[in-house]
């Protein structure tokens, strides 16, 4: 078997007296789709932040493509492959929907600081080639209509895509999605398992999903690893987490258990 992409071992962390996360152990192996559930206050998001530099470890180690992410800062990360979207949207409100993408686009650019205060033509070389990369990338999630809008402009659905449209401008090899249905409508929630679906299979991306929404959950994960107390009590296939009694009581409750056995 492969190596895991990314592989959290016996990873801990302590704020103070209180233990967010406890020992906790996790694997995503490339062109994997794998869930993170539990209840709030579970750990969820600082194992996102973990992951992606904004705490270290206090114990145990987090590795990605089999090299240890200790000591790198988020941006450091961010360029070895890692991107996410956060539950909250955090896009740049006033920027248009073109320069929102333009921003993630920096992370990777052929040319440096001194090229864009001189303005040479490699410098506008690799302007024109991000400008189509970003027309591409709108193109392909519908978004183009909205080009010149200001972010904030647009409705939450489309927002939420433009979030995961900034993210592949990134390239990464890994993206973190951190509850993108939250606020989303029945219909929205549809939809945005198809954009989750067509995202996986057009940029082999592997994928580590966080959301409480388990339409989407058991819709498009693959594995599930189900965290309570910052602690893993559960991993499997969706069919067998959501027959898993361990999960069934700290997070899932008797009625899903009641609605299962009407299937």
Same mark, same amino acid.
């Given at each position: 078997?492969?190596?895991? /992409? /990314?592989?959290?071992?016996?990873?801990?962390?302590?704020?103070?007296?209180?233990?967010?996360?406890?020992?906790?152990?996790?694997?995503?192996?490339?062109?994997?789709?794998?869930?993170?559930?539990?209840?709030?206050?579970?750990?969820? +998001?600082?194992?996102?932040?973990?992951?992606?530099?904004?705490?270290?470890?206090?114990?145990?180690?987090?590795?990605?493509?089999?090299?240890?992410?200790?000591?790198? #800062?988020?941006?450091?990360?961010?360029?070895?492959?890692?991107?996410?979207?956060?539950?909250?949207?955090?896009?740049?409100?006033? /920027?248009?929907?073109?320069?929102?993408?333009?921003?993630?686009?920096?992370?990777?650019?052929? +040319?440096?600081?001194?090229? +864009?205060?001189?303005?040479?033509?490699?410098?506008?070389?690799?302007?024109?080639?991000?400008?189509?990369?970003?027309?591409?990338?709108?193109?392909?999630?519908?978004?183009?209509?909205?080009?010149?809008?200001?972010?904030?402009?647009?409705?939450?659905?489309?927002? #939420?895509?433009?979030?995961?449209?900034?993210?592949?401008?990134?390239?990464?090899?890994?993206?973190?999605?951190?509850?993108?249905?939250?606020?989303?409508?029945? +219909?929205?929630?549809?939809?945005?398992?198809?954009?989750?679906?067509?995202?996986?299979?057009?940029?082999?991306?592997?994928?580590?999903?966080?959301?409480?929404?388990?339409?989407?959950?058991?819709?498009?994960?693959?594995?599930?690893?189900?965290?309570?107390?910052?602690?893993?009590?559960?991993?499997?296939?969706?069919?067998?987490?959501?027959?898993?009694?361990?999960?069934?009581?700290?997070?899932?409750?008797?009625?899903?258990?009641?609605?299962?056995?009407?299937?």
């Amino acid at each position: 078997m492969p190596a895991p /992409l /990314l592989q959290l071992a016996q990873v801990t962390i302590r704020f103070g007296g209180l233990t967010a996360v406890n020992g906790f152990d996790l694997a995503v192996c490339e062109d994997e789709l794998v869930g993170l559930i539990g209840p709030n206050g579970a750990g969820k +998001t600082t194992v996102f932040n973990l992951i992606t530099g904004v705490y270290p470890p206090s114990e145990g180690t987090v590795t990605f493509g089999g090299g240890d992410l200790a000591g790198l #800062r988020v941006d450091e990360i961010a360029a070895c492959g890692i991107t996410r979207t956060f539950q909250n949207i955090r896009l740049f409100g006033s /920027l248009s929907v073109f320069d929102n993408v333009r921003v993630a686009c920096n992370l990777h650019r052929a +040319t440096g600081p001194a090229h +864009t205060l001189l303005r040479l033509g490699a410098f506008r070389a690799d302007e024109a080639a991000i400008a189509r990369r970003i027309e591409e990338l709108l193109d392909l999630f519908n978004l183009r209509r909205f080009r010149d809008a200001p972010a904030k402009s647009l409705p939450y659905g489309e927002q #939420r895509r433009l979030e995961i449209v900034r993210c592949l401008a990134t390239k990464p090899k890994l993206l973190l999605l951190d509850e993108p249905a939250a606020g989303m409508n029945a +219909t929205e929630k549809v939809e945005l398992v198809r954009l989750i679906q067509q995202v996986q299979k057009q940029f082999k991306l592997s994928i580590l999903l966080v959301e409480h929404s388990m339409k989407v959950v058991m819709g498009v994960c693959q594995r599930i690893t189900v965290l309570d107390y910052g602690m893993k009590i559960a991993e499997g296939d969706p069919a067998a987490i959501q027959r898993n009694p361990k999960v069934i009581e700290a997070y899932l409750g008797e009625d899903h258990q009641k609605s299962l056995a009407h299937h």
